[in-house]
């Protein structure tokens, strides 16, 4: 399949593409793997505009800051014993018509908007300073300006034991 089958904007096309709303729900996430056996959760045509929600798995970090009640319910959707091997929350899959294995497929992102206004960061003991900082693994908690596109530490603690 070459570039023009899949998109390429400099393509001549008649077809406005469609737009889709992909939200994360436990019936559309997967928590901490990849498998190509999973069935789509969204179907596209090539070209199609897509609007995905993304769920960060620290919201558990800050529950009362980074938690609304679709993501409570996302946490309490998914069972424990799927969340593995990894930590990520990933939506989809998603389905483009026409793609192949091993089809090179471009990805544009429009727009990103953060759900709610706190986010956080883990020191973790596969940090490069890990064992500098006292083998402690520790969550920052910061508050995003979205007026200056920053953020600001607002407290932090340490995890006790290992995070993962």
């Not at 056996?37 to 045509?45: G, I, R, T, Y």
């Not at 026409?98 to 003991?125: F, W």
Request: hydrophobic residues 40%; contains cysteine; glycine residues 8%.
């Amino acid at each position: 399949m070459n570039i023009a089958a899949l998109g390429d904007p400099t393509a001549a096309t008649t077809a406005r593409p469609d737009f889709h709303i992909l939200r994360a729900t436990p019936k559309t996430v997967h928590w901490g793997y990849f498998d190509a056996a999973l069935a789509p959760a969204l179907k596209v045509k090539s070209g199609d505009i897509v609007r995905a929600e993304a769920i960060t798995h620290h919201a558990g970090d800050a529950p009362e800051l980074m938690m609304d009640a679709e993501v409570t319910a996302l946490y309490r959707g998914v069972p424990e014993s799927d969340r593995n091997p990894g930590v990520h929350i990933m939506t989809g899959p998603i389905w483009i018509e026409g793609a192949k294995a091993g089809d090179v497929l471009e990805v544009r992102y429009l727009a990103m908007t953060p759900r709610c206004d706190y986010g956080s960061n883990l020191a973790a003991n596969w940090g490069y300073l890990y064992k500098e900082f006292g083998e402690k693994e520790r969550v920052t908690i910061y508050r995003l300006d979205r007026a200056s596109n920053q953020a600001e530490a607002v407290f932090a603690y340490d995890f006790p034991g290992k995070y993962l």
